[in-house]
């Protein structure tokens, strides 16, 4: 009788030792509270000192900041994290566990935020994204506050050295790269385009909202503000002209004081710099410092915005097309508001390139797209003036007819913002009148084509012709544009990708089989 077979065992193999998990940087346990109560200091000084001595809303101040500095400590204490070869891992929570991680191949930006409370105390925020939209509620990256601004720089370059991605960094301690090259530095001149970027409006609208809602909330006695209830009174028993024009004349003032604050705080220290990694670094800011590192191997393109008021006064601001980073956020900006001239050598010097492909010769687009430009500015304007006619008084209609030759002038200024152009190595598009943008896309970026033609477009010849790519703003239009001539166009910028979908109807010509 033969013994019964049994498998071998397995070969004994050492289990792997277990990575580390870390915690966050003790010191985290006072700026965390001094961070949010930093942002609570008008409603602490409010409930304190406007409040009038109340016993319940000194009680209410405290137990803020007792919740507050509660919160920073299990912070501390429930979260860890740790970094393998394959990924960041995160876990958060106390009565609700959150386990996230990033797999570090699929990293795009890695945002260090050292705000006022950080930088006192040696600290940074990391913030580890993917380079994807996020949804309401969803998060796609993993953020660590707070480490310090030593671990911070040094996980920021484990990580970009191993995803060879673009990095965004906020760091006041970080020292500027020594092997590196200037291509622009902050200009006291350019201070003069604050005004025309209505930041200051957007501040000052955003600060009045706040301080009303503060009063209603605290419900403000009139006797801590007689000052101001006599100028209220004042402005509302003046004539209706004098009165409006006191308005907008403080309105005015106050907004150029608060653009040029806001340009400060933000640009202050700008300097654009090559790296010899292979990298263009955009560092700026006065009270926290932001630093953009944009790998120049992932670079697409740039983008000359000008706005209404920017570009009246001469001036623009430069974007970078990169991939994993739009054109519409901060971390994309190469230059702040400054002069055009400046903008484009900015555009110059980043593509490398002996001219920069943003002022070359656009080509004008039908007339056509002027009439469908006229008609789109000048229809609600007529639309309102009838509605206005019908059931309102008298002058408000004649009022709305008023607006007639500014649509008219907007829908010229948008027609004569129309154009293309193709050089050796980029698409050239510009287009817009509140915005006037003029984007440089690499030819070799265009991953595909996109040709759409609405039903007026079909009667009146044209077509807008959409290249798309992997970065900046994925789709970038080339709008109103003769039907044949952006097919060809198209064909012509890359080569057999959009062939396929032609159809020869002559000799020396060619037409789409399908407007998709």
């Known amino acids: 009788?033969?013994?019964?077979?049994?498998?071998?065992?397995?070969?004994?193999?050492?289990?792997?030792?277990?990575?580390?998990?870390?915690?966050?940087?003790?010191?985290?346990?006072?700026?965390?509270?001094?961070?949010?109560?930093?942002?609570?200091?008008?409603?602490?000084?409010?409930?304190?000192?406007?409040?009038?001595?109340?016993?319940w809303r000194i009680a209410m101040s405290g137990g803020v900041i007792v919740l507050v500095v509660a919160f920073g400590l299990l912070s501390w204490f429930t979260t860890r994290y740790r970094i393998t070869d394959?990924?960041?891992?995160?876990?958060?929570?106390?009565?609700?566990?959150?386990?996230?991680?990033?797999?570090?191949?699929?990293?795009?930006?890695?945002?260090?935020?050292?705000?006022?409370?950080?930088?006192?105390?040696?600290?940074?925020?990391?913030?580890?994204?993917?380079?994807?939209?996020?949804?309401?509620?969803?998060?796609?990256?993993?953020?660590?506050?707070?480490?310090?601004?030593?671990?911070?720089?040094?996980?920021?370059?484990?990580?970009?050295?191993?995803?060879?991605?673009?990095?965004?960094?906020?760091d006041a301690d970080a020292p500027p790269h020594e092997a590196s090259r200037a291509l622009a530095t902050f200009d006291p001149r350019w201070l003069r385009f604050a005004p025309l970027t209505l930041s200051g409006l957007v501040a000052v609208g955003g600060t009045f909202g706040v301080l009303m809602n503060y009063a209603q909330e605290l419900d403000l006695r009139r006797s801590a503000f007689s000052g101001l209830h006599d100028v209220v009174e004042?402005?509302?028993?003046?004539?209706?002209?004098?009165?409006?024009?006191?308005?907008l004349g403080v309105v005015l003032v106050l907004a150029v004081i608060a653009s040029l604050l806001v340009y400060v705080v933000q640009f202050w220290g700008y300097r654009l710099t090559r790296e010899d990694d292979g990298t263009l670094r955009v560092r700026r800011g006065l009270l926290t410092t932001r630093?953009?590192?944009?790998?120049?191997?992932?670079?697409?393109?740039?983008?000359?915005?000008?706005?209404?008021?920017?570009?009246?006064?001469?001036?623009?601001?430069?974007?970078?097309?990169?991939?994993?980073?739009?054109t519409k956020g901060e971390s994309s900006l190469l230059l702040p508001p400054a002069p055009i001239s400046e903008a484009h050598r900015v555009a110059h010097e980043v593509l490398h390139v002996p001219v920069s492909p943003t002022t070359s010769t656009l080509r004008r687009h039908p007339l056509v797209a002027l009439r469908r430009r006229l008609v789109r500015a000048v229809l609600p304007v007529l639309l309102l003036a009838g509605g206005l006619a019908l059931f309102a008084p008298s002058w408000t209609w004649q009022a709305a007819l008023a607006l007639l030759p500014f649509a008219a002038l907007m829908g010229w200024d948008r027609y004569r913002a129309l154009g293309h152009a193709l050089t050796d190595r980029y698409l050239v598009a510009r287009s817009g009148s509140a915005l006037r943008e003029t984007v440089a896309l690499q030819r070799s970026g265009i991953i595909g084509w996109r040709v759409s033609q609405s039903f007026f477009q079909r009667r009146a010849g044209l077509a807008t012709v959409s290249a798309t790519t992997a970065a900046g703003d994925g789709v970038y239009h080339v709008i109103d544009v003769g039907a044949e001539d952006g097919l060809l166009l198209a064909d012509a910028a890359v080569p057999d990708l959009l062939r396929p979908f032609l159809e020869r109807v002559g000799p020396e010509q060619s037409s789409v089989d399908s407007a998709g």
């Open 1 to 55: 009788m033969t013994a019964p077979e049994f498998p071998s065992a397995p070969e004994l193999v050492e289990a792997p030792v277990a990575l580390e998990w870390h915690r966050l940087d003790l010191r985290m346990l006072i700026v965390r509270p001094l961070n949010e109560l930093m942002g609570l200091i008008p409603v602490l000084v409010g409930l304190i000192v406007l409040g009038g001595g109340d016993k």
């Open 86 to 170: 394959e990924q960041v891992e995160l876990h958060t929570g106390l009565l609700v566990r959150k386990r996230l991680a990033v797999p570090r191949d699929r990293i795009r930006t890695v945002d260090l935020t050292a705000k006022l409370g950080h930088r006192l105390f040696g600290l940074s925020a990391i913030r580890v994204g993917t380079g994807q939209h996020e949804k309401a509620g969803e998060n796609s990256g993993v953020t660590l506050d707070a480490v310090s601004s030593h671990e911070a720089e040094r996980l920021r370059q484990l990580l970009l050295d191993r995803a060879r991605v673009i990095a965004v960094s906020t």
């Open 234 to 247: 004042w402005v509302t028993n003046a004539p209706l002209a004098l009165t409006i024009a006191v308005l």
């Open 291 to 326: 630093s953009v590192s944009v790998d120049e191997d992932r670079l697409r393109g740039v983008e000359v915005q000008e706005p209404l008021l920017l570009r009246l006064g001469r001036g623009a601001r430069t974007t970078a097309v990169a991939t994993g980073l739009g």
